[in-house]
């Protein structure tokens, strides 16, 4: 019997990182079966009408459509889509921002890098556990700086190598299997890229402006992870979603529909005031991180429950082995005399040797 082909998935990423905003990092992966990327990869071409395809160009000029177009080439040939999302951005880390100006940027680029790094290991454990094979991430570096990769004799550039250092991580740890393989693409026009980016853009879309009705198109085949502990997170939560029993991503709500229309918002804005379903969605992963209140009475009474009968067991021990005191010996001849006391008793108090309660 032949083997099951294993799945591909392409990777991109999205992030919102303003002042005055939670700030949050996307991953976005689509996993496609072997037999259906060329379908899949001509589709995307189609979509993009032979034109370069980057969803946020796209919105900016106006041109929405073309993005619904390759939202519904995902929604078509994709078997899943998946978002690990680091909320807020800097969850984690406790450095301090800098007092000079000129340190920002570093401290900015620093807090997103970090967030990368947790983002791309949650969905590779995520991909891991789908039999996916072959992992596609489009390479963050220049042209100019694959050229000195190779005048230097090394197979990467210097800006893709945390993500290796990831990557290699998690096989170390036996969290991913060895024949997974993680290939950085460094041509922007490879078409399974783009139906990432429309997957991560429309995920980002919601959270930055309370636009879900790109995400709708295709919720019901898609997942969001919290980067840090796995727990999926709900990223309609507002009321721009569709209400309770509108499924079908292409049916969109009556508000949804009014917010279809392009709209030009700063693409970095001094300050960002974060939306309801960012803050729902920092809200979930915060509770994800953190047992809740419930749950955690629940498991101190139980300690506490166990405790009391380990208590009561030493307690019906104590009783058998200690002797009985002059003032409760019973003088009717027809009982027994009260036995002796044993040899490891001390005093007739307690035994040397205590019964272990240990847990």
């Known amino acids: 019997m032949a083997a099951q082909p294993h799945p591909v998935a392409f990777v991109d990423e999205s992030w919102l990182q303003q002042r005055g905003s939670p700030g949050a990092y996307l991953m976005a992966a689509v996993l496609i079966d072997q037999d259906d990327v060329a379908p899949a990869i001509a589709a995307a071409n189609a979509a993009a009408a032979g034109q370069p395809y980057h969803s946020s160009a796209l919105y900016h000029r106006g041109h929405v459509g073309t993005i619904e177009a390759m939202l519904d080439v995902v929604d078509e040939h994709a078997g899943w889509s998946v978002v690990s999302a680091q909320v807020p951005l800097d969850n984690g880390r406790q450095a301090l921002t800098p007092d000079n100006p000129q340190n920002m940027r570093g401290h900015l680029e620093d807090q997103r890098e970090y967030a990368r790094q947790v983002s791309l290991e949650r969905l590779l454990r995520y991909l891991n556990t789908q039999r996916v094979r072959d992992v596609y991430l489009e390479s963050r570096a220049s ?50 890229l783009w139906m990432a980016d429309a997957v991560a853009w429309s995920a980002g879309r919601a959270i930055r402006a309370d636009e879900p009705q790109w995400w709708n198109r295709i919720a019901d085949v898609a997942t969001v992870l919290e980067a840090t502990t796995g727990a999926e997170l709900r990223l309609n939560e507002s009321g721009a979603a569709p209400p309770d029993g509108e499924r079908d991503p292409h049916n969109l709500s009556q508000r949804a529909q009014t917010m279809s229309s392009p709209r030009v918002y700063s693409a970095a804005p001094e300050t960002h005031q974060a939306g309801s379903i960012l803050q729902s969605l920092v809200a979930q992963a915060d509770q994800a991180r953190t047992p809740a209140s419930d749950e955690l009475t629940r498991k101190v009474l139980g300690y506490v429950q166990h405790i009391a009968e380990r208590v009561e067991q030493l307690s019906k021990t104590v009783d058998r ?8 010996l019973d003088t009717t001849p027809a009982r027994k005399p009260a036995p002796h006391p044993r040899h490891d008793l001390q005093d007739g108090v307690e035994p040397a040797t205590q019964p272990d309660i240990r847990d």
């Open 321 to 328: 082995i200690l002797p009985q005191t002059a003032g409760t």
């Open 143 to 192: 042209m100019r700086e694959w050229q000195e990769a190779r005048d230097a004799g090394s197979r990467l550039p210097a800006t893709d190598r945390t993500d290796i250092r990831a990557y290699r991580r998690l096989l170390d740890q036996n969290a991913i299997s060895h024949r997974m393989r993680l290939v950085h693409v460094k041509d922007r026009s490879h078409a399974g």
